[in-house]
């Protein structure tokens, strides 16, 4: 497979691309696809078996179980940091090794119903938040220390909306590729 393949298979959807201008239309559709997520993803992920969901979606990536617990892991974090910067005054949020949580036991292991419900909750939570919030809260910001940048609300409402998408993806082109 050649390096243009690999990353179409990684990045199925494309790399996020922020918007010129965070419009109130833009952060409304973006809200509702984080919102719809849980769902969307039920209905990709119910049908399949063991040995599918077990099945990476690209050469030496994860599984579909971890990606769905990853899911439930990153949105922990991005649930979490939106708290932070809404309750301090920009703060350094605490940075977690992504792909050392997604070879963890429970990642690799675990049914995916626990993960399933957790994200149905905490998108409820996280689209409740988001839709209360005030223009002035939209801006508020946090800074990530791995990146050494600072980032909005309102990028983290674009950038999930993109993680719920790219992983949704990783998901459908691999049932489309293996005919499931």
């Known amino acids: 497979m050649n390096k243009k393949e690999l990353e179409k298979l990684q990045y199925p ?3 996020f691309e922020a918007p010129e201008m965070y419009t109130k239309n833009y952060l409304k559709e973006k809200i509702e ?10 209905n990709e992920v119910h049908t399949l078996s063991e ?8 050469p030496e990536g994860w599984s579909i179980r971890q990606v769905i617990h990853h899911c439930a892991d990153s949105h922990m974090n991005c649930f979490i940091r939106i708290k ?12 977690y090794e992504e792909a050392l ?36 809260e939209l801006l508020k910001t946090f ?10 609300i309102q990028d983290m409402i674009g950038m999930y909306a993109w993680h719920c998408e790219h992983h949704l993806a990783h998901i459908t082109e691999l049932k489309k590729r293996k005919k499931w």
């Open 51 to 58: 040995a599918q969901l077990n099945t990476p979606y690209r």
């Open 13 to 15: 959807v494309g790399k």
């Open 143 to 152: 800074i990530h220390p791995e990146h050494g940048k600072i980032f909005s």
């Open 101 to 136: 949580w997604g070879e963890g036991i429970d990642n690799r292991t675990m049914p995916i119903e626990p993960s399933l419900q957790l994200l149905t909750g905490l998108h409820f939570r996280l689209g409740y938040v988001l839709r209360g919030l005030t223009e002035e």
């Open 84 to 95: 932070w910067a809404l309750t301090e005054n920009q703060p350094v949020i605490k940075y």
């Open 33 to 42: 696809k984080i919102e719809q997520f849980p769902k969307i993803l039920k």
